[in-house]
């Protein structure tokens, strides 16, 4: 038996006992607080409940969007309405209830939870079921009964004395036969199940078009806003000491031969004006598009940005010697320097693991998490930087999920689709 095969069918196994789990408590805690902060909606409670409850389920789904593509390469593309930031709560849970978006992630929770159940349990099944097959065939089942078979049936097999017992071994070597080729297909038809009613439809490609559109409006106000700040920065810093440096040299011109002293004194602050000039122009060409990163590639960017973090940071990063687009790298690099200025800001960690990987699935994808052993609580929402991540990676079709108890850990997953040069 291939050592390699048997272990990605038992761990297929154990992810399918964990969404089973997941698929049956999760998807119904969260269908049960919808309903309830819905019908709360006319008494006011459910405007305030029901963008919280939303977000849940949100984060759940795009939790399992995750999992396919990491998992079982199924990509789950997502198609919700940006809702602005700062809106009142009122307005926030409207726009949320007519995305069509958030109502296919609530169709998809009793769905979830039934067949979604079923289809993550039939490949654990497969790995873990035959198991009692085989306690029963070896007289293991006397340490948990009494020593009798009275009303036994494993499977088919009513199992009534040993050589029942042996029919049920035999059944068990089978089921474990079968799932040395089925069970990671089998898992997969779960994620295929959760992509046929998250997925948006042939109907909502005009949505799925406006969503880009205004993803892509966005990216274009920030370029503008960002072209505005190099301005400003280069008028207000780097324009404002050269003109002054000017100044000091026409007056040391002026006195090199009357007052050398002054002179002297003059050139030496000139000098430094010099220096500090070239180290504002190298932050202003660092935070534009950081020369590491032009040189080096996206993995030894963010060892750089990670060595100047005040928090501890590894970085661990495995792009198969390939390099994403130059605006895919860029996107990428600024999205890791906002969650991690965010981590450190604002989770009180100790300590920040990235790890960047290229995942060879359909076109390629680029997947990033950042990982902080803080206090938790880190949201997507209004006033929060993890929106402009979000806004950020709209841009080329990406997603990102956050993943902050409270309590800690913190983990933002983001991913791209790109290929590797």
Not at 84 to 92: D, I, L, S
Not at 156 to 185: C, E, H, K
Not at 364 to 388: E, K, P, Q
């Amino acid at each position: 038996m291939d050592t390699n095969r048997a272990r990605t069918v038992v761990t297929a196994g154990l992810r399918g006992l964990a969404l089973a789990l997941i698929s049956l408590y999760g998807s119904l805690v969260l269908l049960v607080l919808t309903l309830v902060s819905l019908v709360l909606i006319p008494v006011g409670i459910g405007l305030i409940t029901t963008p919280w409850v939303l977000g849940g389920v949100r984060a759940h789904a795009d939790r399992r969007r995750l999992l396919g593509a990491q998992w079982c390469g199924v990509r789950i593309p997502p198609a919700y309405r940006p809702v602005p930031a700062g809106v009142k709560p009122w307005t926030r849970t409207f726009r949320l209830l007519g995305d069509p978006a958030i109502w296919r992630d609530l169709r998809w929770l009793p769905v979830d939870m039934t067949a979604g159940f079923v289809t993550a349990l039939v490949p654990a099944a497969l790995v873990f079921y035959p198991l009692e097959g085989f306690a029963l065939a070896f007289g293991l089942w006397r340490v948990f009964t009494d020593g009798t078979y009275v009303g036994w049936w494993y499977g088919f097999v009513p199992v009534s004395g040993q050589g029942s017992a042996l029919l049920a071994g035999l059944l068990g070597v089978a089921l474990l036969a079968a799932s040395y080729f089925l069970t990671p297909a089998l898992l997969r038809v779960h994620f295929l199940l959760t992509r046929s009613v998250l997925a948006p439809g042939q109907g909502e490609l005009a949505e799925r078009v406006r969503v880009l559109t205004e993803t892509r409006r966005d990216a274009v106000d920030s370029s503008a806003a960002e072209l505005r700040r190099i301005e400003r920065d280069l008028h207000d810093g780097a324009q404002a000491r050269l003109v002054a440096m000017g100044m000091d040299l026409g007056t040391i011109e002026a006195l090199i031969e009357k007052n050398p002293a002054k002179a002297r004194e003059l050139l030496a602050r000139a000098r430094q004006s010099s220096a500090e000039t070239l180290g504002e122009l190298r932050d202003l060409v660092r935070g534009i598009h950081p020369p590491v990163l032009a040189e080096r590639g996206l993995g030894d960017a963010v060892r750089a940005l990670a060595l100047r973090m005040p928090v501890p940071t590894e970085v661990v990063a495995d792009l198969g010697g390939g390099r994403a687009d130059a605006p895919v790298e860029s996107a990428a690099y600024f999205a890791v320097s906002e969650v991690l200025t965010n981590a450190v800001k604002h989770s009180g960690a100790d300590r920040i693991w990235v790890d960047l990987q290229h995942v060879k699935e359909g076109a390629g994808l680029l997947r990033i998490s950042v990982t902080d052993n803080g206090g938790g609580g880190a949201v997507v929402g209004a006033g929060s930087g993890l929106s402009g991540v979000e806004r950020r990676l709209g841009t080329f079709d990406g997603v990102l999920a956050v993943s902050s108890p409270a309590g800690g850990p913190t983990m933002v997953t983001m991913e791209i689709p790109c290929a590797l040069s």
